[in-house]
């Protein structure tokens, strides 16, 4: 039996029905762009993450970008963000010619460290990016405090946080903006890219919807140098029967991290991720540490079991970001994690029998690295 990390199949069949229902409708009005179904998912996702405005956009790197654009982010600022990050995070800054400012991540979460945030400001800050990572939510509180105090905005990366909360308050609905991405593995996946920008702010989602459309509000009256990042109706369509399920889906994602966190009571040699005072986490991924995680790894692989590490390489040790002159030890607690961290298998669909052999298999190659060690 082979258990992949991730199971898209199972979700598309749930919602296959209404998704061909609404591919026909797309292709019947010929609403090619822009279509009916975008207004509707927009509106729809407002509801579902308490924020007034939702703007889709073809990506989640284009709706951190445009959100960090709207708020004033420009060339030459400085953004404040963690080193533990996929590298769009980063990527969104230097698209505006903004520079990226690299901070470290606490050691039990994993997240954004309130503290380094603080002792990177300086008078060139711009915004501050928490990131809401493994589909918990960064202690925005605190954060939003810091940005306040510095006089500039928090722009949340709700890329991986799809219905998570905080005090009873979603992801994306804290700061200025927020981006998300509807990537297929997302809690909220579409059936290719996309994604959307969240404000409460309608100047900022005007901003947006300007920057996304060539710079203009009507057509040919181009106000200022765009580009073109659309949430393609297509995609909408899918995203617009998905999240009719997510509360649901996600609330499967907690029984299965809860189980995954009974079975790991036992193991020694793995350490489980633990949910913050005030969270409700979605599990985007269910990340554990191992000791010798590459062989284990393999291991897992070898047995069918589709295991995965988020993320191997911390930005500042990428090719991409040398020039920023950061090299190892400068940020130890994300480079630490970058060697030992462990993606198990994690989604709606997964079964209690398919958990319960991710972790006598995983167990198993723990205790052989602890023999071998």
Same mark, same amino acid.
Do not use: C
């Given at each position: 039996?082979?258990?992949?990390?991730?199971?898209?199949?199972?979700?598309?069949?749930?919602?296959?029905?209404?998704?061909?229902?609404?591919?026909?409708?797309?292709?019947?009005?010929?609403?090619?762009?822009?279509?009916?179904?975008?207004?509707?998912?927009?509106?729809?996702?407002?509801?579902?993450?308490?924020?007034?405005?939702?703007?889709?956009?073809?990506?989640?790197?284009?709706?951190?970008?445009?959100?960090?654009?709207?708020?004033?982010?420009?060339?030459?600022?400085?953004?404040?963000?963690?080193?533990?990050?996929?590298?769009?995070?980063?990527?969104?800054?230097?698209?505006?010619?903004?520079?990226?400012?690299?901070?470290?991540?606490?050691?039990?979460?994993?997240?954004?460290?309130?503290?380094?945030?603080?002792?990177?400001?300086?008078?060139?800050?711009?915004?501050?990016?928490?990131?809401?990572?493994?589909?918990? *939510?960064?202690? %925005?509180?605190?954060?939003? !405090?810091? #940005?306040?105090? /510095? +006089?500039?905005?928090?722009?949340?990366? =709700? @890329?991986?946080?799809?219905?998570?909360?905080?005090?009873?308050?979603?992801?994306?609905?804290?700061?200025?903006?927020?981006?998300?991405?509807?990537?297929?593995?997302?809690?909220?996946?579409?059936?290719?890219?996309?994604?959307?920008?969240?404000?409460?702010?309608?100047?900022?989602?005007?901003?947006?919807?300007?920057?996304?459309?060539?710079?203009?509000?009507?057509?040919?009256?181009?106000?200022?140098?765009?580009?073109?990042?659309?949430?393609?109706? *297509?995609?909408? %369509?899918?995203?617009?029967? !998905?999240? #009719?399920?997510? /509360? +649901?889906?996600?609330?499967?994602?907690? =029984? @299965?991290?809860?189980?995954?966190?009974?079975?790991?009571?036992?193991?020694?040699?793995?350490?489980?991720?633990?949910?913050?005072?005030?969270?409700?986490?979605?599990?985007?991924?269910?990340?554990?540490?191992?000791?010798?995680?590459?062989?284990?790894?393999?291991?897992?692989?070898?047995?069918?079991?589709?295991?995965?590490?988020?993320?191997?390489?911390?930005?500042?040790?990428?090719?991409?970001?040398?020039?920023?002159?950061?090299?190892?030890?400068?940020?130890?607690?994300?480079?630490?994690?970058?060697?030992?961290?462990?993606?198990?298998?994690?989604?709606?669909?997964?079964? =209690?029998?398919?958990?319960?052999?991710?972790?006598?298999?995983?167990?198993?190659?723990?205790?052989?690295?602890?023999?071998?060690?």
């Amino acid at each position: 039996m082979t258990i992949p990390l991730v199971d898209l199949a199972a979700q598309q069949a749930e919602v296959d029905d209404e998704v061909r229902a609404g591919l026909d409708e797309v292709f019947a009005r010929t609403a090619f762009v822009g279509g009916p179904a975008v207004g509707r998912f927009e509106a729809a996702y407002g509801a579902a993450t308490g924020v007034a405005h939702v703007v889709g956009v073809a990506n989640g790197t284009d709706a951190l970008e445009l959100a960090l654009r709207a708020v004033g982010v420009a060339p030459g600022g400085e953004v404040v963000l963690p080193a533990n990050t996929f590298i769009a995070t980063a990527e969104a800054v230097s698209r505006i010619g903004a520079v990226p400012v690299l901070v470290d991540v606490d050691p039990v979460h994993l997240l954004i460290d309130p503290d380094a945030v603080r002792a990177a400001l300086t008078p060139r800050t711009q915004a501050v990016v928490p990131v809401h990572l493994f589909g918990q *939510v960064a202690p %925005v509180e605190v954060l939003l !405090k810091i #940005a306040a105090d /510095a +006089g500039v905005p928090l722009v949340e990366d =709700a @890329a991986q946080s799809q219905g998570a909360t905080r005090h009873g308050r979603y992801a994306g609905s804290f700061g200025l903006a927020a981006g998300t991405s509807f990537y297929p593995g997302k809690n909220l996946g579409a059936a290719g890219d996309a994604g959307a920008v969240t404000t409460d702010d309608a100047d900022v989602a005007r901003t947006v919807r300007v920057l996304a459309a060539h710079g203009s509000a009507h057509k040919y009256d181009h106000e200022v140098i765009g580009m073109n990042s659309r949430l393609d109706t *297509v995609q909408a %369509v899918v995203l617009e029967a !998905k999240l #009719a399920r997510l /509360a +649901g889906w996600n609330e499967r994602r907690r =029984a @299965a991290a809860a189980h995954y966190g009974e079975l790991l009571a036992g193991v020694d040699g793995v350490r489980v991720p633990v949910t913050a005072k005030g969270n409700a986490d979605v599990w985007h991924l269910y990340v554990v540490q191992v000791d010798e995680r590459d062989r284990v790894l393999q291991g897992l692989h070898d047995a069918g079991i589709g295991a995965g590490i988020h993320y191997p390489t911390p930005v500042h040790l990428t090719g991409a970001y040398a020039h920023l002159g950061h090299g190892v030890g400068a940020f130890p607690v994300t480079e630490a994690a970058a060697g030992r961290i462990l993606s198990l298998p994690m989604y709606p669909h997964l079964s =209690a029998e398919q958990r319960e052999r991710v972790v006598d298999t995983l167990a198993g190659l723990v205790a052989g690295a602890a023999r071998h060690g």
